[in-house]
C-alpha cells in the first residue's frame, strides 16, 4: 500500500509537495516519520486514533541503542501506559557475521549495509525491522521501494531523540 497507492496517486495528480513526493504513505494513523517530534509528542499524536481502529493496531517508537540509558526508555514507556493500549518500541539489533558488529545498519535504498566493514550479503548479516507492527528481516526478504523509502527516513529521523532521551 505505501508504495503503490503512491505511485498511482503520483501518475493521476502528479507530484504534491509532503505527499506523493516522498516514494511512500505512511501507515495508518501514525505520524510521518519526517516529522521532528519526541517520543511524548508522537505518543501524544497518535493517541486518539487506537480506539477508532476496528484492524488492530499499534503505537511504536524509533530508538537509538538505550542499554546504558534504561532510565530513559522506561520513562517513555510509562508516558505510553496511561494513553495507548498498545505500545511497542524499536532498537538496533542488527549484527554482522564478518566483523561482528552489533548495533545499526546503514539504509540505503538498495538495501542494509554494515558501518563498520561494508558488509551487505544477505546470507552474512542479520537485520531485523518493525514494518507495520511486525518485525521481520528485510535482508532476507527485501522491502518494496516505498517502504525501504519510509525506513530509511524513519532510521535518519530516530536519531535525533538520542539527546532528549537522556535523563
Avoid at 486514533?49 to 510509562?78: M, R, T
Wanted: contains cysteine; negative net charge; glycine residues 8%.
Amino acid at each position: 500500500m505505501c508504495d503503490r497507492f503512491c505511485r498511482l496517486d503520483a501518475a493521476e495528480f502528479g507530484l504534491i509537495p509532503g505527499v506523493t513526493d516522498k516514494s511512500y504513505y505512511t501507515n495508518s494513523f501514525h505520524l510521518d516519520v519526517e516529522k521532528k517530534v519526541n517520543p511524548y509528542q508522537k505518543l501524544d499524536f497518535e493517541a486518539p486514533y487506537p480506539p477508532l481502529s476496528n484492524g488492530g493496531f499499534i503505537c511504536y517508537g524509533e530508538y537509538p541503542n538505550l542499554q546504558h540509558n534504561l532510565k530513559a526508555l522506561e520513562d517513555v514507556w510509562d508516558y505510553s501506559y496511561s494513553r495507548v493500549p498498545y505500545y511497542g518500541t524499536n532498537t538496533p539489533i542488527d549484527e554482522c557475521y564478518e566483523c561482528h558488529f552489533t548495533g545499526e545498519f546503514d539504509c540505503t535504498s538498495k538495501g542494509f549495509t554494515c558501518p563498520k566493514c561494508g558488509n551487505h550479503e544477505p546470507s552474512r548479516v542479520s537485520v531485523t525491522r518493525r514494518v507495520c507492527g511486525y518485525l521481520g528481516s528485510p535482508d532476507a526478504r527485501p522491502f518494496n521501494a516505498g517502504k525501504q523509502e519510509e525506513v530509511k527516513t524513519s532510521r535518519q529521523a530516530s536519531g535525533k531523540w538520542a539527546i532528549r532521551l537522556t535523563l
